[in-house]
């Protein structure tokens, strides 16, 4: 079992940063794919960026690639995603997920955090 706390969120104006951390509890953290998604009102869950196990293989949905970076500590039982170039298209609540095997860009993961705001203004 792997819990999954998100925090870093908040607002923001646009072209602005924000880093959001998810921190996982349990001795096996190293053994994840994780990734983020987002979902904003009205609007389905949709996959923002995932890195594998070793953090050796990153990948990104068109509309973040060159503005948003993801990378993870497993010392620290920790993924980030840093978030710059913010646009107010990014607003959303920001969940980090985990899965043992590859990374998929759907919503198919078995572990999931509570969610973090991200709000940008314009």
């Known amino acids: 079992q792997v819990q999954l706390v998100e925090s870093g969120g908040g607002l923001v104006q646009a072209g602005g940063s924000l880093r959001l951390s998810c921190t996982a509890s349990?001795?096996?953290?190293?053994?994840?794919?994780m990734a983020w998604f987002r979902q904003a009102p009205g609007k389905d869950r949709e996959f923002v960026a995932a890195?594998?196990?070793?953090?050796?293989?990153?990948r990104y949905t068109n509309s973040v690639k060159g503005r948003f970076t993801t990378s993870r500590d497993n010392a620290k039982n920790t993924v980030y995603l840093q978030m710059n170039s913010l646009k107010p298209e990014d607003t959303a609540v920001y969940y980090c997920?985990?899965?043992?095997?590859?990374?998929?860009?759907?919503?198919?993961?078995?572990?999931w955090g509570q969610g973090t705001q991200v709000t940008v203004s314009s």
């Open positions: 997920a985990a899965k043992i095997g590859v990374i998929i860009t759907t919503i198919q993961y078995d572990y």
């Open positions: 349990g001795r096996t953290f190293s053994s994840y794919t």
């Open positions: 890195i594998s196990w070793r953090g050796g293989s990153t």
